[in-house]
């Protein structure tokens, strides 16, 4: 009896010291090694973050975010050793033993964030935030983190050409790809739409290139460009965020913007958006192209990778193809020539041919094994960043590849290591990563930044992990999938229009004057805006609200009606603002937006069709809206009773639209 009742103390105790200790803390992408201790680390509204002047920069931006996320007030020291209460920030002696990018993270009477490297140093950082802002208190769970990716590229392609993307939109991005430790941002700079939607026209047919250029006057793109000197405070900015920028200047194929501007580059045989190779002044005008951003002591292209294309020229005959393959080699050694690495989309598997094309310190996207086989392409000594279009591209309302990644599959299933049906050991020392991609093939389709965002983010935070973790992450998905909405993405950046963290009833007015600044910059969905109106006569073009990505007009610029306009896009509603007192509700998500006029429905503007060649093609139309809250507009009319109610994200439960 005596020993059952020790037993059975001893197994209580156990169970309560077992109890006692910390569960390992959700951050994105999961941790790899946690040591549990006992009891928080009660962060202050004041503190210091102690250092050596070697980070000291990377400190001051911690305080920052620490004051931006929490309202804290923390102030960086460089003098003396940490104590109780303190974070410390350290550089350590020992050589990396499973990435350059490791770190640790020791949490007791005080927070020691150690790493080989300074980079790891600011991972650590980011995973410091992340379980902040889990719990009022701002706490940290006392133990010990151990954390290193098993890929070295962890990223996301962005098509800038077909449709222009605000530089805030790219700012943001850099932070948001940084806060989940994701560190390679492809932006694609130029691209053309399809002819179909053109009469078949190719020189009718859209096309942009996206920065400026002074070696061609004429050819950036009038609808929306990027200054020279606003694309290196951009890779400024990735730079100070441990994010590596790389630029894509989209030739042979894919060059519509180039041909365009001077015909005489372009192919006949194979089509306006093809480059011709056989033509000596071709090579003239790309490599002044290239020459523009690369060359000097302060090139525009500051990285150390330059991406020249190559992607989808036709193999027509083999003549057309060994000229490819030497295009292809010659833009590798020529962007090398500038200590430049060369990063190509390949097509060496379309294109197979006897002209040798370099492949020492060469990054080859892989994206379709028909194009490149990535086990040849391997053999050839080419380094791969692995993105299977199958899995990994989104491609927004166009009814092919995905509209909304199917993030559950990928968590599952996918990791670098799978290129299309080849499947590589894990961490095969020729696969650096893995890049997912979203291209707006459908110029015009209506789609805004902000819907691009919606089916952008939540693949983040899932590839965030699987490019970090492999095939190890230990949660399930649905509890990975429950608890990623804890996390905001990133210090200061809320592209989503999100209200706080709860949902239901989130903001409130009782009158809105007019020229008055709102304290919400806009609501994301999915939403419901409602108030009361007191409606007076009103000139065309009259806002209600507007934010920096949209407006919402009492009466549009061209019909007068209820409205509202976003991305260059205007859509109406079949009401007219009248002399008389209504209750104006609208309602947005992903998919449609919907307004209301004394609770009867006036219009559901959900995604619809546009058609082209006699109906033979077609196109979706877009027209959602994030709705803007920044700034009340000039108006007669009376504004009462505003009401904005939040509720779940529908990303939360989308899936693929198939390929």
Same mark, same amino acid.
């Given at each position: ?46 503190g210091r973050i102690v250092c050596s002047p070697q980070l000291q920069e ?139 939607f053109y009469q078949w026209n190719l020189m009718k047919t859209y096309s ?42 989209? +030739? &042979? =194929? ?9 015909? /005489?580059?372009?192919?006949? !045989?194979?089509?306006?958006? %093809? ?119 989104? +491609? &927004? =309302? ?9 993030? /559950?599959?990928?968590?599952? !299933?996918?990791?670098?290591? %799978? ?241």
């Amino acid at each position: 009896m005596k020993k059952f009742i020790i037993t059975t103390l001893f197994v209580g105790l156990c169970s309560l010291l077992s109890y006692a200790q910390n569960s390992k803390p959700f951050v994105i992408p999961e941790l790899k090694e946690w040591k549990s201790d006992n009891g928080d680390f009660k962060i202050l509204h004041k503190g210091r973050i102690v250092c050596s002047p070697q980070l000291q920069e990377m400190a001051a931006t911690f305080v920052k975010e620490l004051r931006t996320m929490f309202g804290m007030d923390w102030e960086v020291c460089t003098e003396g050793k940490a104590s109780a209460g303190d974070i410390a920030l350290v550089l350590g002696k020992k050589r990396p033993v499973h990435s350059s990018e490791e770190y640790k993270i020791d949490i007791d009477e005080k927070v020691v964030i150690t790493a080989p490297l300074s980079v790891g140093v600011y991972w650590g950082t980011r995973s410091l935030l992340q379980m902040m802002e889990q719990n009022e208190a701002h706490s940290l769970p006392c133990g010990t983190v151990t954390d290193w990716p098993d890929y070295a590229v962890r990223g996301f392609m962005l098509d800038c050409g077909r449709k222009f993307i605000p530089l805030e939109f790219l700012r943001d991005y850099v932070k948001i790809l940084s806060y989940y430790k994701m560190n390679t941002f492809q932006i694609h700079l130029n691209d053309n739409a399809f002819p179909r939607f053109y009469q078949w026209n190719l020189m009718k047919t859209y096309s942009a290139f996206r920065l400026e250029c002074d070696t061609y006057p004429g050819l950036t793109a009038q609808d929306g460009y990027y200054t020279k000197q606003e694309f290196i405070d951009l890779q400024k900015l990735a730079e100070q965020n441990f994010v590596n920028i790389i630029p894509e200047i989209d +030739v &042979p =194929a894919h060059s519509l913007a180039f041909t365009q501007y001077k015909p /005489e580059i372009g192919s006949q !045989e194979y089509g306006m958006d %093809h480059l011709d190779l056989f033509k000596p002044e071709t090579y003239t005008f790309v490599d002044n192209l290239f020459k523009e951003y690369l060359e000097g002591d302060n090139p525009v292209f500051r990285g150390k990778q330059v991406h020249i294309g190559t992607d989808e020229y036709s193999n027509k005959n083999q003549e057309v193809v060994e000229k490819f393959r030497y295009f292809t080699d010659r833009y590798i050694k020529y962007v090398e020539k500038y200590g430049k690495q060369a990063c190509v989309w390949g097509s060496l598997t379309h294109a197979k041919g006897e002209t040798p094309v370099k492949s020492e310190n060469v990054i080859m996207n892989a994206w379709y094994n028909g194009y490149a086989d990535p086990e040849a392409m391997i053999e050839q000594g080419y380094k791969l960043i692995s993105m299977p279009d199958g899995w990994l591209y989104i +491609v &927004p =309302a166009a009814g092919y590849y995905h509209d909304y990644l199917d993030t /559950e599959r990928i968590y599952n !299933e996918w990791t670098p290591a %799978h290129i299309g049906k080849a499947v590589f050991p894990e961490k095969h020392p020729s696969i650096l990563g893995g890049m997912f991609a979203l291209w707006n093939d459908h110029a015009g389709n209506g789609i805004s930044s902000k819907d691009l965002h919606d089916r952008i983010f939540p693949a983040v935070q899932t590839l965030a992990v699987k490019m970090w973790t492999g095939a190890t992450p230990t949660l399930s998905f649905d509890i990975f999938n429950q608890q990623r909405y804890q996390l905001s993405e990133a210090p200061g950046v809320n592209q989503g229009g999100k209200i706080g963290s709860g949902k239901g009833l989130v903001y409130e007015q009782d009158e809105v004057l007019p020229n008055t600044i709102l304290p919400h910059r806009e609501a994301g969905y999915s939403y419901r805006v409602e108030f009361d109106l007191d409606g007076k006569p009103e000139t065309y073009g009259t806002e209600l609200f507007r934010s920096p990505t949209a407006v919402f007009y009492l009466s549009d610029p061209i019909k007068g009606m209820m409205g509202f306009a976003r991305d260059g896009y205007l859509n109406t509603f079949p009401y007219r603002v009248k002399d008389e007192r209504v209750h104006i509700r609208v309602e947005g998500d992903n998919r449609s937006t919907r307004l209301y006029v004394n609770d009867k429905l006036m219009a559901d503007l959900q995604i619809g069709k546009q058609y082209f060649n006699q109906g033979k093609d077609s196109m979706s139309n877009v027209r959602t809206l994030v709705f803007p809250l920044e700034k009340s507009g000039d108006y007669n009319s009376r504004v009462t009773n505003l009401r904005v109610y939040q509720q779940e994200s529908p990303n939360a439960k989308q899936k693929s639209s198939g390929k």
